[in-house]
Nanobody
């Protein structure tokens, strides 16, 4: 499956953005979909993940209460709502997907075989 991520931009601290991840195959049925972020020179960091069939979600501690991952069945799209943004949230955000990830590996980048191209989020203080 090919993934198309979009929605990044530049905002001030405290602002909001909504990222989108669309599936070229027109369905995420059976997939786990994750969002990761990366700063140049650092490892890719887990942000949030969702199991499409069950709707179960998992979040990194650093974003709990501020970010929300959700899905739109009709549009085969996963969203990441970013609220109360902080300068340290600045990064390239990637969406990823895979049909064979156990719950304990949802936060592991190497567990995902499909990746979108990344979308840049810049938060200024």
């Amino acid at each position: 499956v090919q993934l198309q991520a979009s929605g990044g931009g530049s905002v001030q601290a405290g602002g909001s953005l909504r990222l989108s991840c669309a599936a070229s195959a027109r369905t995420f049925r059976g997939y786990s979909v994750g969002w990761f972020r990366q700063i140049t020179g650092k490892e890719r960091e887990f942000v949030a993940a969702l199991k499409w069939n069950s709707g179960n979600t998992v979040y990194a501690d650093s974003v709990k209460g501020r970010f929300t991952i959700s899905k739109d069945n009709a549009k085969s799209t996963v969203y990441l709502q970013l609220n109360s943004l902080k300068p340290e949230d600045t990064a390239v955000y990637y969406c990823s997907a895979d049909p064979r990830i156990i719950h304990s590996n949802l936060g592991v980048p190497s567990a995902y075989n499909y990746w979108g191209q990344g979308t840049l989020v810049t938060v200024s203080s």
